[in-house]
């Protein structure tokens, strides 16, 4: 068989050009065709998350050209999710001794071939959180010359701690400190893009692109940016064609103009993941009424005991990141409790709403309300969108710091947990107290461990630090570490053991089988006893489902009356008699008509009560508002926020202790016990015996978020 002449600089200068300006326009090339362009040398992203979007035609016939001819050769690759199917698909196609030169990466878990190159110094490689990597190719499509950010501060992406190199081979400094007025923040240096490769699911012959068979987005219209802006070669791979002209202009979200191959693929490899075909729940084409497969009746193992530990840190109205493997329990739970009507679960690539698919389906959701670009994604993580995440814990030590980068032989890589930790107030780091080997069994509601796991994960010397227990104390974060035994917060004296399990053996179970001895402090509580019961954990009452009288509050410098009736449900006529009673005892207090603020969020009357309940609530307002306004339940707490610090802003003046700090906050109507305003005033206090008053207004706001 005759071997094509390979591209040079100026042939592929000029076939580029050629694809943009010639007079038909017509882009549709073979995969051979457009694989042939790509130059040794240069610089290639890929599009795709986990196992999700990935260009496997193009990429395949990519690596299939390598072995054949040793071409392209030395290519450095820039990469996010890591697509691959953990075999011999994805990334895993460049994983040919001489085709890569270099990998920065976010995540390795599905490229394993590639993450063995990296290990043994094949190539040059790093990390990198994936946030980051998706701001380098934005970076890479505006000229830009980096990304500036926090995010990286004391883990292994901290030039102090090794700048994200993975082996010896790799010497190059790529993230370095620099300092903007007074301030140290990271410089993440920007890597120009020659290659693009991107997917999609209909094309036009102008290259004009829409997506509306794909689980997300991702970054493809940067990274077709990217690629435009060097002058470089974008490659798309796309299901089908339509006719120039037949697509919705609102539809393309990657124009013509940014592309310069369409290559269509068969439908063996253009599959919605590794793992399964079109799915039309994900792409909110259909939107499943049943439960979605897998998340009934989870078994009361390990896992769940832990995801049910950690649903109950879960709030009202959160945004909520979980994260790949064990985290995925918590929407499980969620699901099973019917409660996931009172949090907004969200996924890095750029899922809201929804329950999140699992295991190598990672990243869409089924019924989602939205899904967006996956770097707009993490300027909304980094902002402080999220108010609580659940990720997973590999090993932590007697410090807080965590390693999940490099946990057995198998490299993973951040992912997005580096963004997603540093960025989030509470942070929830979930895993088994030990590994390989455990077994448990929950017997007559206590925990029992039949077999010890072979490997201890609290250690005293981690191997990689991806989360750190010191920049989570600057940041004001709340942080716990929740096993199936065992409870941890993070202090700044290191991590203190808050609960142990129904059945478990302080001494035997717990401190024998870590490294170092936490602090303890009496008396030490007990995990909720419902976490270890057969059948539901009524997890929407403990969390959710607050008594009538508890949740209507007066403002104490005003008429003001919160009436906070979020997922509440009239089934019965005691419920409309606690709401008129709760109502009447408030005006009461209040000594005269009210001005009520009033949260319906997921409230719900049964259709018989509906006229008694109307009758009712307009008597009310007859005899007892002088004004009333319905607002969500985040309106609601702003507005009770606005009230309590305007009402603190003249008597918090100078620093105070922590029982005069707990006056304020009841003075103000913020309710919350003795013990959990005791976390938060070590948190905000830094450890002193007195709290400022920039930190108690901090606090405050914490506290109504609470």
């Known amino acids: ?64 050209r390598f072995k054949e001819t040793g071409e392209p050769k030395d290519l450095t690759l820039l990469f996010g999710g890591g697509p691959g199917d953990t075999n011999c698909k994805g990334l895993n196609h460049f994983a040919h001794p001489g085709m890569l030169k270099r990998a920065i990466g976010g995540h390795y878990g599905q490229t394993p071939m590639l993450g063995k190159m990296a290990q043994a110094g094949a190539i040059e490689a790093y990390f990198m959180p994936m946030g980051c990597v998706s701001r380098l190719v934005r970076c890479a499509a505006s000229h830009s010359p980096g990304h500036i950010s926090k995010v990286g501060f004391g883990t292994m992406m901290d030039p102090e701690l090794g700048g994200g190199k993975l082996n010896s081979r790799t010497t190059e400094d790529i993230v370095r400190t620099i300092e903007i007025d007074g301030e140290k923040f990271l410089y993440y240096k920007a890597i120009p893009i020659d290659v693009a490769i991107i997917r999609g699911t209909t094309a036009d012959a102008e290259g004009n692109i829409t997506y509306e068979r794909e689980s997300l987005y991702n970054d493809n219209l940067h990274m077709a940016m990217a690629g435009r802006s060097r002058r470089g070669l974008v490659i798309a791979q796309v299901e089908r064609l339509a006719a120039v002209g037949s697509l919705k202009p609102q539809q393309v979200r990657v124009p013509g103009t940014m592309v310069d191959c369409v290559v269509v693929a068969p439908e063996a490899k253009h599959q919605m993941s590794y793992w399964s075909g079109y799915n039309p729940t994900v792409t909110g084409e259909v939107r499943q009424v049943p439960k979605p497969e897998g998340l009934q009746g989870m078994e009361l193992d390990e896992r769940k005991v832990i995801a049910r530990r950690a649903c109950l840190e879960l709030q009202p109205d959160q945004v909520v990141n979980l994260g790949i493997g064990m985290p995925e329990g918590v929407a499980m739970v969620a699901d ?29 959701a089924t019924n989602p309300s939205a899904i967006i670009e996956m770097h707009s994604q993490f300027d909304f993580y980094n902002g402080g969108g999220l108010d609580i995440c659940f990720l997973g814990n590999a090993e932590t030590d007697a410090a807080g710091n965590v390693n999940v980068t490099r946990a057995g032989p198998k490299l993973t890589g951040p992912g997005g947990f580096i963004d997603i930790s540093q960025c989030t107030p509470r942070v929830n780091l979930m895993g088994s107290f030990t590994a390989v080997g455990l077994e448990i069994a929950v017997e007559n509601g206590k925990l029992k461990i039949v077999k010890e796991g072979k490997v201890k994960k609290f250690v005293k010397k981690i191997k990689e630090t991806t989360f750190s227990g010191r920049v989570a104390l600057q940041n004001h974060q709340h942080v ?20 142990i399990a129904p059945g478990i053996d302080l001494q035997r179970d717990v401190l024998d089988q870590m490294e170092f001895k936490p602090l303890i402090r009496e008396p030490l509580g007990t995990m909720d006893l419902s976490i270890f019961a057969e059948g539901p954990m009524n997890l929407k009452e403990k969390v959710f489902g607050l008594q009538i009288d508890k949740r209507i509050h007066q403002c104490s410098v005003s008429q003001v009356v919160y009436i906070d009736l979020r997922g509440v449900c009239v089934y019965d006529k005691k419920t ?13 207090k209040a000594g005269g008509k009210i001005d009520a603020i009033v949260s319906l969020d997921q409230f719900d009357v049964a259709p018989h009560l509906i006229d008694e309940y109307a009758a009712v609530i307009a008597k009310l307002e007859a005899e007892l508002y002088k004004s009333v306004r319905r607002v969500s339940s985040a309106a609601l707490r702003r507005h009770k926020l606005a009230s309590a610090l305007s009402h ?9 202790n922590q029982s005069e ?6 003075k103000a109507g913020l309710l919350l016990s003795r013990s959990e305003f005791g976390d938060l005033f070590k948190t905000y206090s830094n450890g002193s015996t007195k709290i400022s008053p920039d930190e108690m207004k901090k606090l405050m706001s914490v506290v109504v978020w609470h």
Not at 340 to 362: A, C, D, Q, R, W
Not at 648 to 656: E, H
């Open 576 to 588: 409309i008699a606690d709401i008129d009673g709760a109502i009447r005892a408030a005006a009461a």
């Open 336 to 364: 099973e409790e019917h409660c996931m009507k009172y949090i907004e679960l969200t996924t890095e690539p750029g899922v809201h709403g929804g329950v999140g698919l699992s295991g190598h389906n990672f990243g869409p």
């Open 648 to 656: 603190v802003k003249g008597l918090v003046k100078v620093a105070m």
């Open 480 to 499: 716990n570490y929740i096993t199936e035994r065992a409870v941890f917060t993070l202090t700044p004296e290191g991590i203190e053991l808050t609960e």
């Open 661 to 666: 700090a707990y006056t304020y906050i009841t």
């Open 1 to 64: 068989m005759m071997r094509r002449a390979q591209p040079t600089a100026t042939t592929f200068a000029w076939a580029v050009n050629q694809l943009r300006f010639g007079s038909s326009r017509n882009k549709v090339v073979s995969v051979e065709d457009a694989v042939y362009l790509v130059p040794s040398n240069s610089t290639i992203t890929v599009a795709g998350f986990v196992a999700q979007g990935c260009a496997e035609y193009v990429l395949e016939a990519l690596g299939n």
